[in-house]
């Protein structure tokens, strides 16, 4: 295992310094350098988190609170490489604790960076399972980590940056979602000079950073229907994965393609040009290739989502029965792993975007045994999971139920009921979201409420 470690440092270049920083780290395989962290599988991070654990713990360590960041920062790569949300606590606990002994020791630069990965926690968490009160918990940390000098300051202005633009994004005030765009600006240059200096983890650094900008650019982009920034996320998405290599920064490099992907698909459908689509849908399966299941479940499952959503675009671009199918292979196959941790907030996503593949689907082969089988699932999924054990998964099952019976009811051209049945359990689907405070799912909710309430009308 040590060798192990070692090669894998020599690989990367690890200099003497970083080396002696972590020396008081030696039970993992990384030897406490998270740039390392990318080439372990899922198994091999699990033992590296605990072994971080043992680095903290061990009576008579030296700098306790440094070992305990560097314990809440693998524990972190775990909860977002699986979605565990008892890995997510572990790091919260972690990252606690080191606050605590910085504070008492007023080492305020290494507050600073507590703060910002508290930051990061909480970001996860909101990503991870639709909790936008989280977002508010990051707002808070980040108050100190701003003040800090250095590679710290810069993560802190862009984590603002990022927040600013998730705020305007949920109030749809794209305004302050495009200026958040361009408060990314000076903290990107302060992380590309630290990368200059410290190389390995700062890279990675900077490329998150950078791929949370494209994120926010595409989004505006599809809010606007504009081609001029759709064009810039791709732009910015190939300059940032061509600076990583993916046989060594796999999960980050893959991250950025699928975003250039996305990217494509979507300026091909402003356009109404099949050709960039397929550009985008070729980009996205290029993404997946250093992905695997073992290696990295959540990303592996949110590139598959995403081949999903580039073959619905395909579909519809093409009005190809196939092509759904094919997308309603992918959701299944990012179903496997978010169905291990039910209260995703992809789940909602992919199992919604599977609904809407097999409703075209069986609209375009006039197929109804097809709507017959998934409303079959999805009844199946509610009995075998109360709404009290998980409310989350049982609403986002009624809300696709739901939008079945509409396609059905599209169909036929016949009304049996079932768009009362619709409207019904997507009431039941807005109460229990609106109620835990999921705020785009009630979204969805409520748009399906009122494309009900269109099709009554006429």
Same mark, same amino acid.
């Given at each position: ?6 090669? +894998?440092?020599?690989?990367f270049?690890v ?7 972590a020396?008081s780290?030696?039970e ?7 740039? %390392?962290?990318e080439l372990?599988?899922?198994?091999? %991070?699990?033992?590296e988190?605990r072994?971080?654990?043992v ?7 030296k700098?306790r609170?440094?070992?305990l ?8 790569? +775990? ?10 606590r572990k790091?919260a606990?972690h990252a ?7 504070? &008492?020791e007023?080492?305020l630069?290494?507050?600073a960076?507590t703060r910002?990965e508290?930051a990061? %926690? ?8 639709g909790?936008?009160g989280?977002?508010?918990a ?5 108050t100190?980590?701003? $003040?800090a000098?250095?590679q710290r ?6 984590l603002?940056?990022?927040?600013d633009?998730r705020?305007g994004?949920?109030?749809?005030n794209?305004d ?7 408060g ?13 200096v410290k190389?390995? &983890?700062a890279?990675l650094?900077?490329a998150? =950073?950078?791929?949370a900008?494209i ?6 982009g599809a809010?606007l ?5 759709t064009q810039?996320?791709i ?7 061509a600076a990583l290599d993916?046989?060594?920064?796999p ?7 699928g ?8 300026l091909?459908e ?8 397929a550009?985008?849908?070729?980009a996205?399966?290029a993404? %997946?290739?250093?992905l695997?299941?073992?290696h ?6 949110r590139? =598959? ?10 579909g519809?671009?093409?009005? &190809?029965d196939?092509?759904?199918e094919?997308?309603v292979t992918c959701y299944?196959?990012?179903t496997?792993?978010?169905k291990?941790?039910?209260?995703l907030a992809?789940?909602?996503v992919v199992? *919604? *975007? ?8 069986a609209?375009? $082969?006039a ?5 017959d089988a998934?409303?079959?699932a999805f009844?199946?999924?509610? &009995? ?7 409310p989350?998964?049982?609403a986002?099952?009624q ?6 019976y509409?396609a059905?009811?599209e169909? $036929?051209?016949r ?7 619709a409207?019904?359990a997507?009431?039941?689907a807005?109460?229990v979201f609106?109620?835990l405070g999921l705020r785009s799912l009630?979204?969805?909710a ?12 006429h």
């Open positions: 295992m040590f060798e192990f470690g070692r090669d +894998l440092k020599r690989l270049g200099d003497a310094g970083a080396e002696s920083k020396a780290y030696r993992g395989l990384t030897g406490g350098d998270t740039s %390392l962290l372990l599988d899922i198994r091999l %991070l699990t033992n988190a072994s971080a654990d680095a903290a713990g061990r009576i008579g360590t700098d609170g440094a070992r960041l560097e314990a809440a920062v693998v524990w972190r790569e +775990l909860a977002r490489r699986s979605g565990d949300a008892a890995a997510l790091a606990s606690e604790a080191a606050g605590k002994i910085f504070e &008492s007023r080492r630069e290494a507050l960076s910002c508290q990061v %926690l909480a970001i996860l968490g909101a990503d991870l399972f909790d936008e989280l977002n508010a990051a707002g808070a940390a980040l100190l980590a701003r $003040t000098p250095g300051c810069g993560l802190a202005m862009a603002v940056a990022g927040l633009g705020a994004l949920a109030e749809n794209i302050r979602a495009l200026a958040a765009v361009q990314y600006d000076a903290p990107l240059r302060a992380l590309a000079a630290a990368k200059r190389g390995g &983890s890279r650094l900077l998150e =950073q950078r791929a900008r994120e926010l650019i595409l989004t505006c809010r229907k504009d081609r001029a920034l810039l996320a732009t910015e998405a190939t300059a940032a994965a993916p046989d060594f920064e999960l980050t490099w893959a991250r950025l393609e975003l250039r992907g996305s990217a494509l698909v979507q091909g402003l356009d109404g040009e099949l050709a960039q689509i550009d985008g849908v070729e996205l399966t993404a %997946l290739e250093p695997s299941m073992d990295s479940p959540m990303d592996w499952a590139a =598959q989502a995403a081949l999903g959503a580039g073959l619905q675009s395909v519809e671009a093409t009005t &190809s196939r092509a759904f094919q997308a299944d196959r990012a496997q792993v978010l291990v941790q039910p209260a992809l789940r909602a199992a *919604n *975007n599977r609904a809407l593949s097999l409703a075209r689907c609209e375009l $082969t197929d109804l045994a097809v709507l998934a409303e079959m009844k199946t999924e509610l &009995s075998a999971q109360p709404g009290g054990r998980d989350a998964s049982w986002v099952a809300m696709n139920l739901a939008r079945l509409e059905r009811v169909i $036929t051209g009304d049996d009921g079932r768009l009362d049945r409207a019904v997507l009431a039941c807005f109460d609106s109620e009630t979204d969805l409520a748009q399906g409420l009122q494309r009900l309430k269109a099709a009554h009308a």
